[in-house]
């Protein structure tokens, strides 16, 4: 699977958006990008993946660049609640192919 | 939405003792399960992937006689931390793919164990 790279930390302030970029520059057509987040001290959550085109869900929106070599994972609004660490991870979906491996993310700092 | 299970959430135990630790996928069938470790400020390290009805694979560096991974059912696996030491204290965290039509979505994580071994 194709190497991410994320920024180590990031702050934002509360009711503002905030961009997470992530560079994959070497992955492969059939290979999505997924975004995940921990907060401390739990196991992560799915937050959006897609494959070339923008996707957006109930969380967050995910701005794929045309050579699909960077993204961008948007929090419209951020609340204190996303402190967390977000991961960039690029991966297949064939089935059999399954391991997530995850990187360093970046530690993302809501502040009031 | 999909949920992952596990239990217990937290142990202390003493140095030689094994620990158990179970992962269940509460609305889906899971033939594959992957265990992870994280230990402070790092990130998670997959550590092995559970196998319904037959052994798990371990990825390089993970003693497999240490961490005993059995996944007896479509729903259940469990990671045995055997003859545990204070190195051994981590936080434990299984994840469970569910699939659909020969591909598989996102991955359901469960809310970790956190194991002390004193």
């Known amino acids: 699977d194709a190497k991410t790279t994320q920024p180590t930390s990031m702050d934002c302030a509360e009711g503002r958006a905030a961009n997470l970029p992530c560079n994959h520059s070497t992955i492969s057509g059939n290979e999505y990008v997924y975004w995940y987040r921990q907060i401390h001290s739990q196991g992560p959550q799915y937050i959006i993946h897609g494959l070339k085109n923008n996707e957006t869900n109930e969380m967050a929106s995910l701005i794929i660049t045309e050579d699909r070599k960077s993204s961008t994972l948007i929090l419209p609004h951020a609340t204190l609640r996303d402190t967390a660490v977000y991961y960039c991870?690029?991966?297949?979906?064939?089935?059999?192919?399954?391991?997530?491996?995850f990187g360093q993310g970046t530690r993302l700092t809501i502040n009031p | 939405g999909a949920v992952v299970s596990q239990h217990p959430s937290w142990v202390i135990c003493k140095s030689g003792t094994s620990v158990k630790i179970e992962c269940r996928s509460l609305d889906f069938q899971a033939t594959t399960m992957f265990w992870y470790r994280q230990f402070p400020k790092q990130s998670l390290m997959l550590m092995a992937t559970?196998?319904?009805?037959?052994?798990?694979?371990?990825e390089q560096g993970v003693e497999k006689d240490k961490f005993l991974i059995n996944h007896a059912s479509l729903t259940l696996s469990t990671l045995t931390v055997t003859s545990a030491h204070p190195e051994d204290s981590s936080f434990y965290i299984c994840?469970?793919?569910?699939?659909?039509?020969?591909?598989?979505?996102?991955?359901?994580f469960g809310p970790g164990t956190r194991l002390t071994v004193l």
């Open positions: 559970s196998n319904e009805g037959s052994k798990a694979t371990y």
């Open positions: 994840s469970a793919p569910r699939t659909s039509g020969g591909t598989y979505n996102e991955q359901f």
């Open positions: 991870i690029v991966r297949t979906r064939i089935q059999g192919a399954q391991k997530l491996v």
